[in-house]
């Protein structure tokens, strides 16, 4: 099964909910606005994806420039950051797609 984390209004969110039905694929959404994983979830993610912390931050975003991240996120340890990251949906990179031992950030149907 699928799992995509996300928000409702977010077109690359929707997109990745899309595609993936009309795949035949079984898909679980995670509203990010109601439902937050854990930093320890999200630390088995980035494993999995074999992310780097900043890669799963929405760094072009309103929230993140706000947070003036851009300076500060390299300097956090990773338990922090990904404290960070789980308190509010709009610093997640959406959507974040989870497919047992794999895992991206962001959508493009091309990939």
Do not use: H
Request: charged share 35%; net charge neutral; aromatic share 10%.
């Amino acid at each position: 099964m699928i799992k995509v984390f996300g928000i409702n209004n977010c077109t690359s969110v929707r997109n990745a909910l899309k595609f993936s039905e009309e795949k035949g694929k079984q898909v679980e959404y995670v509203n990010l606005t109601k439902e937050k994983p854990s930093w320890q979830e999200m630390q088995k993610i980035k494993q999995v994806g074999n992310f780097e912390v900043r890669d799963l931050f929405n760094s072009k975003g309103k929230l993140f420039a706000e947070m003036e991240l851009e300076n500060k996120i390299d300097e956090l340890s990773q338990e922090d950051a990904l404290k960070l990251l789980v308190t509010d949906a709009l610093l997640f990179k959406r959507p974040l797609v989870v497919d047992g031992d794999f895992a991206r950030t962001g959508w493009n149907k091309k990939e």
